[in-house]
Structures are given as structure tokens and as C-alpha cells.
């Protein structure tokens, strides 16, 4: 399998005439058998390490790129992604549920129902999933 050797994320060109309403999502472009493909980064549900590669996960599919975790989460956090262990990104718009664990991790489900374990590190970043938060107790403790 051919990989670029960088994740590209393909914006509109500074003159194009913008639409009224939703902007189309950032596409990231990767290689994949000789060929050229494009990904709605509004598709992709996480993205998770493995070794010197990463995992771009769609429902039902996932692709393979040479790049470091750290330097996809540099990219894609302006995007709506957000580091919640340190091999995993997940895209907040795909985020149902939180679970407090006994541990004082969390448990954070996706639609689909796939579920990702939110380590101490990163719980905090859990705080960015809700523009404002209702209730009287806290949400996350220390």
C-alpha cells in the first residue's frame, strides 16, 4: 500500500465564492493503491496510533497513513478533533455518551456504539465536547 508521507487537508481555494450556508468539510487526501483519495474529515469517527502510521476510521472502514499521532491531533484539532487518550483522536460530533469509571477514566461512546477509554491525562479536553454544561454538580472531578 502507497502512503503520502503527510496527512493533507484540502481547504478552498482563497477566491472561491462561499456558499450561503454549512461550508463543505475539510477533505484530507491520502494515497492508497496508486491512487488518490479523498475523506470528508466529517466521516471520520477517530483516528488512532499505530506505530509510525495512523488509522483514519470511517463506520465500516478505516485507512492507513504514515504520520505520527502528534502531528495529526496539530491538524485535525481545529477541526473538532480531540486527544482523549494518547493513541486516540475522536471526532466530537460523533461523541453520544460519557462514563465516569471507578478508575477516574472515562468511558466515552460513539454513535455506533463503539466505546473509547478516556485516560486521566486527557479528561480534560472532554470539557470542549459541550459549549456550556447544565446542572448543579460537577461534571469532571480531579
Known sequence: MELLPTLQIATKHPGSPEPEQNPPSPRV????????????LSDVVAVQADGDYVLLQKNGSSYSVRELISAV???LEPQGFIRIHRSILVNTSFV????PYSTGEYGLRVKGGKEYT?????KKNL???AEF???TGAFFHD
Not at 487526501?29 to 475523506?39: D, L, Q, Y
Open 29 to 40: 487526501a491520502i494515497k492508497v493503491k496508486g491512487k488518490i483519495v479523498f475523506i470528508n
Open 73 to 75: 491531533a496539530k491538524q
Open 96 to 99: 453520544e455518551e460519557i462514563r
Open 118 to 122: 478516556v485516560t486521566r491525562t486527557y
Open 127 to 129: 470539557k470542549s465536547l
Open 133 to 135: 454544561w447544565i446542572g
